[in-house]
């Protein structure tokens, strides 16, 4: 045990250094044909400089961090999309244990770099096994120059995975497990609601927001239990939360340099600049003298970098910590850290370690192979706990390869827990990045 512990440790200790220790100045060394423009220059080509970032702040209140995920303007995995005029039509479809095959539609309005005129978005689905529609309706409302400052409303009902589920399984591939493979990786709940927001665009990179919210939050039952695949065996039973009203309010802050095309679609990762960074730390509060059902707090930090060290040659790293109490001792179960499997610890089962802390951290090393493969290698270490310290706990530490088509397309992954006894060897398919 003391061997394993020495292992672990030695492992964070290289992640660390792996993430602070890089010099960015390396980077432009690279041939000056290849995609190493300063990000200042990649936008403007869509906008002046001295406007901040056109984005919107207006999705369903997941328990995540709360930055919308942006599809660009063509069919994907998740939905399509289209324009109507300046607005922007998107239509997806979702299929799960708790809404068997649902549609949802949405229009939205981004934000301009000049004027006052609101963005909005209109969303509605329908989720045919649960026989239940679904709904989100919000605004936001430029109150300074090159909207510096905003003030909005959201009202919804929205079937929402439990934490960080979404960031490690986007919704299609979620999808696509559960109607082809019978496994419906998300665990879900129900919350209804109103929320009030103020977000401060600081500069073009760092937003601040902060937000109230009063909503209802309920259990969701199996109402479906077929697939094309594996149908002698049933899907899991959905776990089930504590019911009852949630009021709260939460702080954001977000650094984020990714180059952007028009209307806030997120460029290409083949186009991104030598250093890139998607940083996101939240304060959450639960009840604080709001009254409710909850009394929590949590307080989460999420910190992506980018590397491209060579024009084939791409270093990503990702610290993911947070640690939070709720009522009783314990968070609820949909606001708990969970870990393990896609997208986090690869060598692990999904989501198979849980508590009120989590310490995760992340690095691979993707290399160019031909026209357009990718040969990837990567090391994960992190755990969460309920109690002691972090320095009590055993760091599991998984280390692997894979091969990936394309920037961010069809991607084969082995991994293998390196200090556990008897680990059995993973294998993933994806199709999109793990983070």
């Not at 909005?120 to 120059?145: D, I, K, W």
């Not at 999808?175 to 493979?181: E, I, N, P, W």
């Not at 937003?207 to 009063?214: E, I, L, N, P, Y």
Request: proline share 6%.
């Amino acid at each position: 045990m003391k061997q394993a512990r020495i292992v672990s440790w030695i492992g964070l200790a290289s992640i660390a250094l792996l993430v602070h220790a890089w010099d960015p100045a390396r980077a432009q060394e690279a041939e000056p044909d290849k995609p190493y423009t300063p990000r200042d220059s990649v936008r403007a080509i869509t906008k002046p400089l001295s406007t901040t970032p056109e984005r919107l702040d207006l999705t369903p209140p997941a328990p995540g961090l709360g930055v919308p995920r942006v599809e660009p303007p063509r069919a994907t995995m998740d939905g399509a999309s289209t324009w109507l005029g300046e607005q922007r039509l998107q239509v997806w479809g979702r299929y799960n244990r708790v809404e068997g095959p649902a549609l949802h539609l949405a229009v939205i309005r981004h934000l301009k770099p000049e004027g006052y005129i609101p963005a909005f978005r209109a969303q509605f689905g329908y989720a045919f096994s649960a026989e239940r529609g679904q709904y989100f309706a919000g605004f936001e409302q430029p109150v300074a120059p090159h909207h510096r400052v905003t003030v909005g409303a959201q009202a919804y009902r929205s079937f929402l995975p439990f934490y960080y589920a979404d960031e490690s399984l986007s919704s299609g591939e979620n999808s696509a497990s559960a109607l082809f493979l019978h496994r419906d990786y998300w665990d879900w709940y129900e919350a209804e609601g109103l929320r009030a927001l103020a977000s401060f665009y600081v500069t073009r990179d760092i937003t601040v927001s902060t937000g109230m919210r009063k909503q209802d939050e309920a259990s969701l039952d199996n109402v479906n239990d077929w697939s094309v695949f594996n149908q002698e065996t049933d899907f899991p039973q959905n776990p089930s939360i504590p019911d009852g009203e949630y009021r709260g309010y939460d702080v954001t802050v977000t650094y984020d340099t990714r180059p952007r095309q028009e209307e806030d679609d997120i460029s290409p990762r083949s186009t991104w600049p030598s250093w890139t960074k998607l940083h996101r730390v939240q304060w959450e509060r639960g009840d604080g003298g709001l009254g409710g059902d909850f009394d929590l707090w949590r307080v989460t930090g999420d910190l992506r970098n980018y590397f491209r060290i060579a024009p084939n040659q791409i270093i990503s790293t990702r610290i993911l910590a947070g640690t939070g109490e709720g009522k009783g001792g314990f968070l609820p179960a949909q606001r708990r850290y969970e870990i393990g499997g896609l997208g986090t610890l690869r060598g692990h089962n999904y989501r198979s370690l849980s508590g009120d802390h989590v310490a995760l951290g992340n690095v691979q090393y993707a290399i160019g192979v031909g026209h357009r493969g990718w040969a990837l290698a990567f090391i994960d270490a992190g755990t969460a706990w309920d109690s002691a310290s972090f320095f009590d706990q055993h760091i599991p530490i998984d280390l692997g390869t894979g091969f990936r088509i394309g920037q961010s397309g069809p991607t084969l992954l082995l991994a293998h827990a390196l200090n556990e006894s008897g680990a059995d060897l993973r294998v993933e398919f994806r199709f999109q990045e793990s983070y």
